[in-house]
């Protein structure tokens, strides 16, 4: 019997599996063990509901997907391998300088990610530091608006909900419940585990914390998220879902 495949997409919760740290491994690496899933798909940074979508419609059809849905203001980076928050930009003036020469940091918004001078692929892509930001100023001056942002989330929503449910794939949804609209409850596709949502939250890497795991969720929150999704996953097993 062929192994069944496993996408765990969406945004950085998703993001950590195949390695160890501090003794810990990932709610994801703790699902394949368990069920000797084959891992198809993972999330990235930041990742946005178009990134999302367009994992979907790019690798085959998996037999369940965990889906880790975005917010709105996460911007999909198509050449990167995350994404970007554009709240975390102020107006190119507050930012960045382009006649400014030698400077290695920016403290964005306040300690916010400085991307470019943490990510190897951003950098490979954007060259220098100034194509990178005034993309995404201009971008933001230009293109942007909450609203438009905004519906275009709802959309890639919807879609990805038909999509999962044209493909039948089975799927476990994790929306952040503020980021859906009351006329959005619900996904015809698959469960609304909320709930796995505020683990992840409540058990959030600190500033001060010893130990910082790559999707920023202590050791603990990775067991109780797995408990979560392993009992759900047994059932949908055991009713046939997949």
Not at 18 to 47: C, P, Q, R, W
Request: some cysteine.
């Amino acid at each position: 019997m062929a192994r069944r495949k496993l996408a765990v997409i969406g945004h950085s919760t998703a993001s950590w599996a195949g390695t160890e740290v501090n003794g810990s491994i990932s709610f994801i690496d703790l699902l394949l063990n368990h069920f000797a899933f084959i891992l198809v798909a993972k999330g990235v940074n930041e990742g946005s509901e178009d990134r999302t979508l367009d994992v979907l419609k790019n690798i085959d059809p998996p037999d369940i997907c965990v889906i880790f849905h975005s917010s709105p203001q996460h911007i999909y980076l198509p050449s990167c391998k995350r994404d970007i928050n554009i709240k975390k930009f102020n107006r190119a003036e507050h930012v960045f300088d382009p006649r400014v020469k030698g400077v290695e940091h920016y403290d964005w918004d306040q300690g916010s990610i400085p991307y470019f001078t943490r990510s190897q692929d951003v950098r490979d892509t954007f060259d220098e530091d100034w194509i990178f930001i005034q993309t995404v100023m201009l971008y933001k001056r230009f293109l942007y608006t909450p609203e438009s942002r905004q519906n275009q989330f709802y959309g890639s929503l919807q879609q990805i909900d038909q999509y999962c449910l044209a493909k039948n794939i089975a799927v476990i949804h994790v929306p952040q419940a503020d980021n859906f609209p009351p006329w959005l409850k619900k996904m015809k596709s698959g469960k609304m585990m909320p709930e796995i949502a505020k683990i992840a939250n409540d058990y959030m890497g600190k500033p001060g914390d010893e130990v910082r795991y790559p999707n920023n969720v202590n050791a603990e929150g990775q067991t109780l998220i797995y408990q979560i999704l392993a009992r759900e996953i047994e059932e949908m097993i055991a009713s046939g879902k997949i």
